[in-house]
C-alpha cells in the first residue's frame, strides 16, 4: 500500500510530507492516520527541535476526502469518519511543543486551511490561492474555525467563511492566514531561513513562549505582570537558561543548536 505521507529528518528539522496528489492530498482517514503518527514521531524525537508540514504536488490540501466524508448509508446520517480522525492532527499541530511551520506548496481549501492555522508560521507561493468553500457545499467551516478564528482578522473571517470566495496569497498574509507569501523562488530559502531563526532558540524557551503568546492577552494587566515576573526569574536561572547566558558571553553556539552537519533519517 502506497505510504501518503513521508517523514524525514536532517539537522534538527523534521519534514513532513502530505504524498497523495492524485486526491489533491485530500484529507481522508488513512492520510490523516499517517500525518497523526508521523507528527508524534516528531514531536516524541529528541533530535528534532523544528517541524515542517508541507505536501507534494500543486495542491497543498484541498480539505476533506468529500468521497469518505459523505454518509456511506442513508439511515447512518452522522457517519463522517474524517471529522472524527482530524482534530486529533490539529490538537497535535496546536499543542505541539515544537514550532511547526507549514510551507504550503501550492493551494489550499477548506480543512486544509486548519492545518494551516494550526501551525505556528505558514509560508506559501505568491501564486497560491485559498478559499473556505464549506458554506456552498451546504456544510460549515466547523472544526477548522476552532484554530482559524485565532489567527483570521474577525471582519475577514466572516467576509470568506460566509462567501466562500476565493482570495489569494497576499491576500491571505494581510488577514493573518499566512506569515509571509513569496515568490515560488524563494519559498525554501525562506522556510529554511525561518527553521535557521527558531534552531537557535532553547527548547524549552520555544514551548513555554508558544504557550505565552496565546494566553497572555487572556489575562489582566495585573496578573500578567506577576505571573511574567515570575516566569522570567525562572528562565533566566534555568539550566537553559544558565547555558544561553554562557554560550552568548563566550560568543559561541549554545549547545542545543544543532551540527549543520547532521545526517538525515
Known amino acids: 500500500m502506497t505510504t501518503l505521507v513521508h517523514h524525514e529528518t536532517r539537522g534538527g528539522v523534521a519534514t513532513v510530507t502530505l504524498d497523495s496528489p492524485s486526491n489533491r492530498n485530500a484529507l481522508s482517514v488513512r492520510l490523516l ?3 497523526e503518527r508521523a507528527l508524534e514521531d516528531a514531536i516524541g524525537d529528541e533530535a528534532v527541535r523544528v517541524i515542517v508540514l508541507t505536501g507534494a504536488g500543486p495542491v497543498f490540501c484541498s480539505g476533506a476526502d468529500l468521497k469518505e466524508q459523505a454518509p456511506a448509508r442513508a439511515e447512518r446520517p452522522d457517519d463522517a469518519p474524517v471529522t472524527a480522525s482530524f482534530p486529533g492532527v490539529m490538537s497535535l499541530i496546536w499543542q505541539s511543543p515544537k514550532p ?11 480543512g486544509g486551511l486548519g492545518l494551516v492555522a494550526a501551525c505556528d508560521f505558514a509560508i506559501a507561493p505568491d501564486s497560491a490561492t485559498f478559499a473556505f468553500s464549506e458554506v456552498r457545499l451546504g456544510v460549515v467551516p466547523a472544526m477548522i474555525s476552532v484554530t482559524v478564528l485565532r489567527r483570521l482578522d474577525p471582519r475577514a473571517a466572516a467576509e470568506y467563511f460566509l462567501t466562500g470566495e476565493v482570495f489569494d496569497a497576499a491576500r491571505a498574509a494581510e488577514i493573518g492566514l499566512l506569515t509571509r507569501a513569496v515568490p515560488a523562488g524563494e519559498l525554501d530559502a525562506t522556510v529554511a531561513r525561518y527553521a535557521d531563526m527558531l534552531l537557535r532558540g532553547g527548547p524549552e524557551a520555544l514551548a513555554i513562549t508558544k504557550r505565552l503568546v496565546r494566553e497572555v492577552p487572556g489575562v489582566t494587566v495585573d496578573e500578567g505582570m506577576r505571573r511574567m515576573a515570575e516566569l522570567s526569574a525562572q528562565r533566566f536561572t534555568s539550566a537553559e537558561g544558565q547555558e544561553g547566558l554562557r554560550a552568548f558571553m563566550q560568543k559561541r553556539p549554545a549547545s542545543w543548536v544543532p551540527s549543520a552537519d547532521a545526517p538525515a533519517s
Do not use: F, H, S, Y
Request: overall charge positive; charged content about 20%.
Open 33 to 35: 492516520g499517517e500525518l
Open 100 to 110: 511547526v511551520i507549514c510551507r504550503l506548496n501550492g493551494t489550499a481549501r477548506a
